[in-house]
């Protein structure tokens, strides 16, 4: 994680300044941007606030760092008892789905 760099360019207008984002915050924007669904505040509730895998603990101001699992690998099957949810920190998810599913995959859930 610690060698990605980005590249900023600025650009010439006055007054313009880009901000360089960390990504935690790019994260952070997928997250809470696009694509905000109401399955994954249900299961971090149903769940709570702690990855399924590694057992590591979030609050509310990092828990974009915490992803929803769907265990059977469908991303419209959500049924709302939480059943084919696991919440799982992005590292977690990440080692979940190379072991077999491909990333085109992961793109779509979310
Ligand atoms: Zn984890
Ligand atoms: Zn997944």
Request: charge should be negative; hydrophobic fraction near 25%; charged fraction near 35%.
């Amino acid at each position: 994680m610690s060698n990605r760099r980005f590249r900023v360019y600025r650009k010439p207008g006055p007054g313009k300044r880009d901000v360089k984002k960390s990504v935690d915050e790019i994260v952070g924007e997928l997250k809470a941007g696009s694509q905000t669904s109401d399955y994954r505040e249900r299961s971090l509730e149903i769940h709570g606030l702690i990855c399924a895998k590694c057992a590591r603990e979030f609050d509310y101001k990092d828990s974009n760092l915490l992803t929803v699992h769907h265990k059977d690998g469908n991303p419209n099957n959500n049924p709302p008892d939480g059943s084919n949810w696991e919440n799982l920190c992005i590292y977690c998810h990440e080692d979940e789905h190379s072991r077999g599913m491909l990333g085109d995959y992961l793109s779509d859930e979310e």
